[in-house]
């Protein structure tokens, strides 16, 4: 008799538009198990585009196996920074990229998702029928936000709503860090992975209404990005949805638990409650 295995396998569906304003679309994605991201592109139309493909084809090249890992996520984002970063600068900007998503992962026998984060792009999950926003935008309206000077109705309107602080590329650092939560995960879970081109002309309501109307991944990505579109279409828009099917979790005994598998649950993997703010742009 062979051991049990866990089992984690997830259906996804994908959907991008240029929008109804922008001339091309720089958003880029991968949706292939066991990665799912969005790339969002910026430095002019050439640049940008250049930008979140390059993010792409360094996950594409540097995550392989059946699950991700805490260091693998490390490499690939060094990767697409280090990649980024090569692209010739236009007179104006570097080229810049945002990087969100999930990976699948497997902790002590356990089914989870491993969401990673840079920049304002977002990682959503559904559970239970209620949406939440994983990640933390990394941009001036954020810190503005933690700092209580606006509100969240003064968020949407805000002027400056496109100054993100952390990217990869766009002349920061070429080793950015990354935002990185393990969250177990449960059948029926929906997470929602998206440029911000979708959570700029949609309110987490309306998100969480077709999420929760439309059963099909693929068809869930196409009526979110039809909509943004539909609502001004400003900027490019780009949805993935990804469905947990099948979630069996076998945990390990104990006695046998590989540390070498383990994940660092110090560092980024905070809670947002416990997160002491950043410190305003320019404020030291
Ligand atoms: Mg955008």
């Given amino acids: ?42 430095g ?7 930008a979140s493909g390059a993010v792409v084809a360094a ?14 996520l490390d490499e690939a984002v060094a990767s697409a920074a280090r990649n980024v970063a090569a692209l010739p600068a236009s007179e104006r900007s570097a080229p810049g990229s945002t990087v969100t998503g999930v990976g699948l992962a497997e ?18 999950r559904l559970s239970d029928g209620q949406l939440e926003q994983v990640t933390i935008d990394h941009s001036l309206v954020q810190q503005l936000l933690d700092h209580g000077a606006i509100d969240a109705t003064e968020a949407r309107s805000h002027d400056e709503r496109n100054v993100i602080t952390r990217a990869l590329g766009a002349g920061m650092s070429t080793r950015p860090a990354v935002d990185q939560w393990l ?18 002309e949609l309110t987490d309501q309306l998100i969480a209404a077709t999420l929760l109307t439309e ?10 990005v039809a909509a943004a579109v539909e609502a001004g279409g400003r900027d490019n828009v780009t949805v993935i949805v990804v469905d947990a099917i099948d979630v069996v979790a076998v945990p390990h005994d104990p006695a046998v638990f590989d ?13 947002r409650a416990m997160r002491e703010p950043e410190p305003l742009a320019g404020s030291e």
């Fill in 44 to 50: 002019g139309h050439v640049g940008g585009a250049a």
């Fill in 183 to 200: 969250l177990v995960a449960e059948p029926g879970d929906r997470m929602l992975i998206c440029s911000d081109g979708l959570h700029g």
């Fill in 107 to 124: 902790q002590n026998g356990t089914p989870c998702w491993l969401v990673f984060n840079v920049g304002d792009s977002r990682t959503y």
């Fill in 259 to 271: 540390t070498e598998d383990s994940l660092d649950l110090d560092g980024p993997t905070v809670p």
């Fill in 59 to 72: 996950f594409a090249d540097s995550i392989s196996g059946e699950w991700v890992t805490t260091g693998a």
């Fill in 1 to 42: 008799m062979t051991d049990p295995e866990m089992v984690f396998t997830v259906a996804a569906g994908a959907a991008t538009d240029r929008g109804r304003r922008r001339q091309a679309n720089e958003d880029g994605y991968l949706a292939d198990a066991p990665v799912f991201l969005v790339a969002d592109g910026m």
């Fill in 215 to 224: 059963p099909d991944p693929v068809a869930a990505a196409e009526s979110l």
